[in-house]
C-alpha cells in the first residue's frame, strides 16, 4: 500500500529549503533512513523517514520551499496509519532510552566500616549522660545484633523526624580525622613487604641523586626532591600491585602521575631496565639526545609519558572526562568494558586550582567509578602550609563527599593503630581533629619530644598513653600515606567501588627521610641541592647499600639483575602486563572521505546565502554518510548547539547520556527534539569550556590511549577558546591531540551585537604560538571543506600529530565557486581570488581573510573603477602557515649564506606582482604583520585593534576602519606614501565616506 512521507514540525521556522534530496525513486529505504535536508537561514537538518519502503514517487526538488505538513515522497510497502507509526516509533524510542533507575549499588567495605563505636566523654553541655550513653548503647547493639545496614537505616529515619521537626543537626559533610578504614576491615597486602621497602629506598634514593647529580652540572636545572618523598609510597603500591598496563590482551589503567613527583617514575624505570644511568645523568638536559624531561610531557618522551601534567589543575580535570569518555567508547559500542581505570595522583596544594576540583561533581553525576583520585596531603604547596589554620584533608572531604565521591582517608600509619584502640574515651581522637595542619607540619619538622609536648602533652590522659614510649617511638608514629599497609587496603578499596568515583586522601610528610635539609620544612619544595652529610644521612634513613665513597659521589643505586628485588619488581610489573607509564599507539588509521562528499561546498551558492558556519555544520552531517569516519565523529558543544545551527544533531546521532533519557522532551514532537541516551554520539556539555575541551583532548588523544582513531570537533565561541582556555590547548600540542577546534561567530565585527567580551580579534594570535596547532581563517565554503578534508587526511588518515584550528562566522552571505587549482594556495595560507587588469597603471596586492575578505573585495572593485588602481586580490587563508614557512625558509637561507637563496611560499606568490601590500582582517594587526618580513613589498596592515563593543557589523567596521571604505582610503593614502600617486585622491576618498582624522586610535577607545 502506498504511503506518505511529510515534513515533520520543524519548530519556529514557516518554510525552508530543500537543500539535497538524499533519496531517488526506485531507491528501498528503512525507517529513520534521511529523505532530504531542508535549510533555514541559520541550520541544516535532515528528515528520516518514519516508514520503510520503496520510493516510488518524489514530490519535491531542491530549492522547493516546504512547511510542516508538505509532502515529499510517497514509499510503496509503508504501513498504513503514518501519523500512528510516527508515534509508535516515538513511544518505541523513549522505551529503549528509559533506564530503569537502579539501586545504588553499596560499596562493600564502607557498609562494614561502623564497627567502633564508643561512649563519648561525657561534658559539661550533656544535660543527662546516663541518657546520652544508652542512646550509644542501643547504637552499638543494633550494629552487632542487626549489622550496619539496619544501623544506618534507623539513624537516617531519626534523621529525617528531626529535620521534619525543624531541629539543627550538625554538619555531616566530615568524618572524624581518623582512617575511613578501620584496621579490622583492612585487605592485607600480599606483597613481600621485606622487598617493597628495599626497592621503595633504592627508588627515593635514585630519584634524589639524579635531581642532585643534575644540580652538580649547574644549579640552573632545577628539579624536586621533596614531592617525591612524600609520595613515595603511594606510587609504589600502584606500581607493585594495581595499574595493569596495555598490551595485546588489556587497554591499561591510565595513570596521571603528579607533574613534580617524575623522578620518582624515571627511578623506578631505570631498576626496571627501561632508563640507563647515562639517561638518568641526563634529567633536565633535552636539547641533545637521551635527556628526560623534567616532567611529564609526552611531546618531548613520546614512548614514555602519556598525560602532561604539571601545569597544576589541568590533570585531575582533564582526567576526569578521560574517565567520561572511556565510559562513552563503552556506551557507544566501541571499546570493551574491561574494568580498566583512571588513577590521577595530585598535590593537596594543586587542589586550590579551579579546575582540579571544578568538575568533581561531574565525575559523581556521571557515576564514574572507573576514576580514583589520589590527593598526597603533605600539608605544603610551594611557599607553606596548604591549609594552616585548618585541615585540608577535613576540607576535601567536605567537597568530595558533598558532590558524591566515595572518600576513603588515609591518614594515620600502622603505629597508630594500637594508641587509637587504647583510646576508649575519644580523647586522641578529639585532639586529631583540634589540631591545624600548621601544626601537624611543625610536629613533622621537630622530632618525638615536641610532638609528646605539644600534641600528647595538651591532656593528662594522652600523655598518660605515651608514657611508655620513647621520643624515638613517638617519632615513627607514622603517616598513613607513608604505610603500605593502609595504603594498599585503600586502593584495594577503592578498585572494589561500584557506582562512583573515589578519592584516596593520603597524610604524608613533604620531604619525607629528608630530615634537617628538608622534612616538612616550608623550604621543602626547592630543595634539590643535598649536602654530603644530608646525604649520608639520606642513606642512613633508608639503608640503601652504598658506601660513603659511594654516597659523596652521589651514585645510583640498582641491584644486580638476579638479586630478588630486582626480579620482584620485575615480576610484579609482568604480572600487571607490562611496564607503566608507556606510551603507544596501535590505531587503525581513518580512511579520508571521497572528495565527492565536499564537491558541493566547490560550487557557487548564487544568490544562496550562508555563514561558514552552516557550510561547516552541512559538511558534518555529509560526513555522517560516510561509514568510515561517522562512527569516530565526536561532535563537542558547551551548551552553543543552537547558535551554530546544530540541533538537528540532536535527534540525528543523540546526545551523550550514560543514564539515557528519563523523560519525555519538551519538544519530542519537533524534528530536532532534545533526544538523550546512552549511546548518543553528541558531547553536550554544558557550560563549561574547560570541560569541553579536557573531552575534546581525551577524544583527540584516544588514538594513543585507547588504540582507537577518533575525530573530535569541538565548537565554541572562538572568544572563550584559546583565551579561555589557552594552557588546555598548550597540553594539547604537548600530548599529540588530533583533532578540529573550531573557533565560532569569529572575527571582532563579524559577531556584531555581542560586544567587548565577546568579539574576537586575536585567537589566531594565540593559535599561533602553538608550534603543531596548524590554524585558519577561511572566508568561503569550498576554503573551509578543502580545510576540512585535507585535516580529516592529515590529522587521522596520515596521523601526523597536529591539530586544527578553524574560524567559523556567523555571517551570512553568498560563495563563489572555488577558482580552478586553487586547493594548493589555500592549504598553503594564500592563494589568488581574483585579479583586476582594467587600467593597468597602478596595482596593489590586496589581502583578506575571514569576512574582511569580502570588504576587501568590494573595494578593490571601487579602487578599480573609480580610481584606476588595480588589484591583486589574495584570500589569505592562514597568515599563521604563511608565517611559520617564511620563518623556516628565511632561517635556511641565512644558515647558506653560500647557496641560491630558496623563496619562501609567500614570495613566490607575489615575486612578479607589483605594488604594496595592504593586508586586512578582523583580527588584531599582528595577526596579517606576522608576514610582514618576508616580502620586500611596503606594506600596511589594517585590523580591529581595541575592545570590541557592540554595534551593527556596519558600524563596527567603520569604527575598527576595516570596511571598504576605509580599505579604498587608507591604500589610496599608502599609494600616495610610496608615492606611486599623488595625495588628492586620498583626501578626496577620506572627505567622500566621512573618515574623521581626528579620532584616537580605537585601541585607546
Ligand atoms: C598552574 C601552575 N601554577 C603554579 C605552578 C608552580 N608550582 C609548582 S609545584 C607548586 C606547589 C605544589 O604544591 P602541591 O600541589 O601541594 O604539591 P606537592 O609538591 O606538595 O606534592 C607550585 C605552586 C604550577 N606548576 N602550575
Ligand atoms: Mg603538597
Redesign the pocket.
Known amino acids: 500500500m502506498a504511503q506518505n512521507i511529510s515534513v515533520p514540525d520543524i519548530g519556529d521556522f514557516e518554510s525552508v529549503e530543500i537543500i539535497e534530496i538524499l533519496v531517488k525513486v526506485g531507491d528501498q529505504i528503512n525507517t529513520n533512513d534521511p529523505v532530504v535536508t531542508l535549510e533555514s537561514d541559520k541550520s541544516s537538518v535532515e528528515v528520516p523517514s518514519l516508514i520503510s519502503g520503496k520510493v516510488i514517487k518524489l514530490n519535491v526538488k531542491v530549492g522547493d520551499k516546504v512547511a510542516k505538513g508538505s509532502l515529499l515522497a510517497t514509499l510503496d510497502g509503508g504501513l498504513s496509519d503514518v501519523d500512528k507509526k510516527e508515534k509508535n516509533i516515538k513511544k518505541q524510542i523513549l522505551k529503549e532510552e528509559k533506564i530503569v533507575e537502579k539501586k545504588e549499588i553499596e560499596n562493600i567495605n564502607l557498609d562494614k566500616v561502623v564497627k567502633k563505636v564508643f561512649v563519648p566523654l561525657s561534658s559539661k553541655d550533656d544535660l543527662d549522660p546516663i541518657e546520652t550513653k544508652e542512646w550509644v548503647e542501643s547504637l552499638n547493639a543494633i550494629i552487632e545484633n542487626d549489622g550496619p545496614s539496619r544501623a544506618s537505616y534507623l539513624l537516617n529515619k531519626v534523621i529525617d523526624v528531626a529535620y521534619t521537626a525543624g531541629l539543627v543537626l550538625p554538619d555531616t559533610r566530615t568524618t572524624p580525622y581518623i582512617n575511613t578504614i578501620p584496621p579490622e576491615l583492612e585487605v592485607k597486602s600480599p606483597g613481600n613487604q621485606n622487598i617493597e621497602k628495599k626497592i621503595r629506598a633504592y627508588i627515593r634514593w635514585n630519584a634524589a641523586a639524579m635531581v642532585v647529580r643534575a644540580n652538580k652540572i649547574s644549579s640552573e636545572l632545577g628539579g624536586?626532591i621533596?614531592?617525591f618523598a612524600?609520595?613515595a609510597t603511594l606510587y609504589d603500591v600502584g606500581m607493585n600491585h594495581f595499574w595493569r598496563a596495555k598490551n595485546k590482551n588489556f587497554g591499561g589503567d591510565l595513570i596521571y602521575f603528579?607533574?613534580?613527583s617524575a623522578p620518582g617514575m624515571y627511578a623506578r624505570a631505570f631498576l626496571e631496565g627501561r632508563l640507563t644511568e647515562k639517561q638518568l645523568n641526563r634529567f633536565r638536559q633535552e636539547v641533545d639526545a637521551d635527556g628526560l624531561s623534567s616532567y611529564p610531557h609526552p611531546w618531548l618522551m613520546p614512548k614514555f609519558w602519556q598525560f602532561p601534567t604539571?601545569?597544576?589543575?589541568l590533570g585531575p580535570i582533564m582526567a576526569i572526562y578521560q574517565a567520561r569518555f572511556l565510559k562513552y567508547l563503552i556506551n557507544r559500542g566501541l571499546l570493551k568494558d574491561e574494568g580498566r581505570k583512571i588513577w590521577v595522583f595530585i598535590?593537596?596544594?594543586?587542589t586550590d586550582?579551579p579546575e582540579s576540583l571544578g568538575a568533581i561533581s561531574l565525575a559523581a553525576r556521571e557515576k564514574l567509578d572507573n576514576l580514583i583520585f589520589v590527593v598526597?596531603c603533605?600539608l605544603?604547596?610551594?611557599d607553606g602550609p596548604?591549609r594552616g589554620n585548618g585541615k585540608i584533608i577535613q576540607e576535601l572531604e567536605g567537597s568530595f563527599r558533598g558532590a558524591g565521591w566515595n572518600v576513603l582517608k588515609v591518614i594515620w600509619g600502622s603505629y597508630w593503630d594500637p594508641l587509637l584502640k587504647a583510646d576508649k574515651t575519644g580523647l586522641l581522637m578529639k585532639r586529631m581533629n583540634e589540631v591545624v595542619d600548621g601544626e601537624y607540619q611543625a610536629m613533622k619538622a621537630k622530632g618525638g619530644a615536641y610532638v609528646r609536648d605539644k600534641f600528647f602533652g595538651k591532656y593528662p590522659e594522652l600523655t598518660e598513653l605515651v608514657s611508655s614510649m620513647t621520643d624515638n617511638d613517638i617519632w615513627k608514629l607514622n603517616r598513613g600515606g607513608h604505610d603500605p599497609h593502609k595504603v594498599y587496603a585503600a586502593y584495594h578499596a577503592a578498585m572494589q567501588h561500584k557506582g562512583s568515583p573515589t578519592v584516596v586522601i593520603a597524610k604524608t610528610v613533604?620531604g619525607y627521610g629528608m630530615g634537617k635539609s628538608g622534612e616538612s620544612m616550608n623550604t621543602t619544595?626547592q630543595q634539590k641541592k643535598l649536602d654530603e652529610k644530608d646525604l649520608l644521612y639520606y642513606r642512613d634513613r633508608f639503608n640503601v647499600p652504598l658506601t660513603d665513597a659511594q654516597v659523596k659521589n652521589i651514585e645510583y643505586y640498582k641491584p644486580a639483575e638476579n638479586s630478588e628485588e630486582i626480579k620482584y619488581l620485575k615480576e610484579r610489573r609482568k604480572q600487571l602486563g607490562g611496564f607503566i607509564p608507556e606510551r603507544s599507539s596501535l590505531a587503525k588509521p581513518i580512511k579520508a572521505p571521497p572528495r565527492d562528499i565536499f564537491e558541493s561546498f566547490m560550487k557557487s551558492t548564487g544568490e544562496k546565502e550562508m555563514s561558514t558556519t552552516m557550510a561547516l555544520v552541512r559538511m558534518l552531517t555529509n560526513l555522517l554518510r560516510d561509514k568510515n569516519v561517522a562512527p569516530r565523529l565526536v561532535p563537542i558543544i558547551p551548551d552553543e548547539a543552537r547558535t551554530f545551527g546544530m540541533e538537528g544533531f540532536f535527534r540525528k546521532i543523540g546526545i551523550y547520556a550514560h543514564e539515557g533519557q528519563k523523560y519525555e522532551p519538551e519538544d519530542s514532537e519537533q524534528l530536532s527534539s532534545y533526544k538523550e541516551t546512552k549511546s548518543g554520539q553528541v558531547l553536550e556539555e554544558g557550560i563549561t569550556e574547560a570541560g569541553a575541551m579536557s573531552s575534546w583532548i581525551a577524544a583527540a588523544t584516544a588514538y594513543t590511549n585507547h588504540d582507537l582513531e577518533m575525530i573530535p570537533v569541538y565548537i565554541f565561541y572562538s572568544m572563550f577558546g584559546f583565551q579561555r582556555v589557552g594552557d588546555f590547548a598548550w597540553a594539547a600540542g604537548d600530548a599529540q591531540a588530533r583533532g578540529f577546534l573550531i573557533g565560532a561567530t569569529a572575527g571582532r565585527t563579524t559577531l556584531a551585537g555581542e560586544g567587548l567580551q565577546h568579539q574576537d580579534g586575536h585567537s589566531h594570535i594565540l593559535a599561533s604560538m602553538i608550534p603543531n596547532c596548524v590554524s585558519y581563517d577561511p572566508t568561503f565554503s569550498y576554503e573551509m571543506a578543502v580545510i576540512f578534508r585535507e585535516g580529516l587526511r592529515r590529522m587521522h588518515e596520515k596521523n601526523e600529530n597536529i591539530f586544527y584550528y578553524i574560524t567559523a562566522m556567523n555571517e551570512n552571505y553568498s560563495h563563489p565557486e572555488k577558482p580552478k587549482g586553487a586547493d594548493e594556495g589555500i592549504l598553503k595560507g594564500m592563494y589568488l581570488f581574483r585579479e583586476y587588469k582594467n587600467k593597468g597603471k597602478i596595482k596593489i596586492q590586496l589581502m583578506g581573510s575571514g569576512t574582511i575578505l569580502r570588504e576587501a573585495i568590494a573595494a578593490a572593485k571601487i579602487l578599480s573603477e573609480e580610481y584606476g588602481v588595480d588589484s591583486d586580490i589574495w584570500s589569505i587563508t592562514s597568515f599563521n602557515e604563511l608565517r611559520k614557512d617564511g620563518m623556516e625558509v628565511e632561517r635556511k637561507n641565512l644558515l647558506n649564506p653560500d647557496r641560491k637563496k630558496e623563496k619562501s611560499y609567500i614570495e613566490e606568490c607575489l615575486d612578479k606582482r607589483d605594488g604594496p601590500v595592504i593586508a586586512v582582517t578582523d583580527y588584531v594587526r599582528s595577526f596579517s604583520d606576522q608576514i610582514r618580513p618576508y616580502t620586500s613589498k611596503p606594506f600596511y596592515s589594517l585590523g580591529t585593534d581595541g575592545f570590541g563593543r557592540s554595534d551593527t557589523r556596519k558600524n563596527l567596521r567603520k569604527f575598527f576602519e576595516v570596511d571598504k571604505e576605509h580599505i579604498i582610503a587608507y591604500t589610496l593614502s599608502a599609494l600616495a606614501q610610496e608615492q606611486l600617486i599623488g595625495s588628492g585622491d586620498a583626501e578626496k576618498a577620506i572627505k567622500k565616506y566621512n573618515i574623521d582624522k581626528n579620532k584616537a586610535f580605537p585601541t585607546k577607545l
Open positions: 624536586h621533596g614531592t612524600s609520595a603528579q607533574g613534580h604539571v601545569s597544576m589543575g598535590g593537596d596544594g594543586e586550582e598526597n603533605n605544603q604547596r610551594l596548604v613533604k619544595h
